[in-house]
């Protein structure tokens, strides 16, 4: 099982940009796809962004052109590069395993990284 820590995340302004990482407690390299997801108080969990092992990405349409997904297996870390930040962006992030993909999977979510986007 393979445990998830996010950091990074922080009190940003509209139109700010954050870098946000997630380290993994073992190896990633098996995870074909990784995702972050967000989950903000009294809402459902969603999915952001995701990144396949061979470089393929994909977005929530809320997103798509404004964050970046990325992985580096060596370091058994997933980034998420934000730009152009929204308050609807305020959120708890994490990362993990995509749960549709990797449905058999049993990790758990980890700790996440709070992102609060206000003037």
């Known amino acids: 099982q393979v445990q998830f820590v996010g950091s990074g995340g922080g009190l940003v302004q509209p139109g700010g940009s954050l870098r946000l990482s997630c380290v993994g407690s073992g190896s990633i390299a098996s995870i074909v796809v990784m995702a972050w997801y967000r989950q903000a108080p009294g809402k459902q969990r969603e999915l952001v962004a995701s990144i396949f092992n061979s470089g393929g990405r994909k977005y929530a349409d809320s997103v798509k052109g404004r964050f970046t997904i990325s992985r580096d297996n060596a370091k058994n870390t997933v980034y998420l590069q934000m730009t152009s930040l929204k308050p609807e962006d305020t959120a708890v992030y994490y990362c993990?395993?995509?749960?549709?993909?990797?449905?058999?999977?049993?990790?758990?979510w980890g700790e996440g990284t709070l992102v609060t986007v206000s003037s």
């Open positions: 993990n395993a995509d749960e549709t993909w990797h449905s058999d999977r049993m990790d758990d």
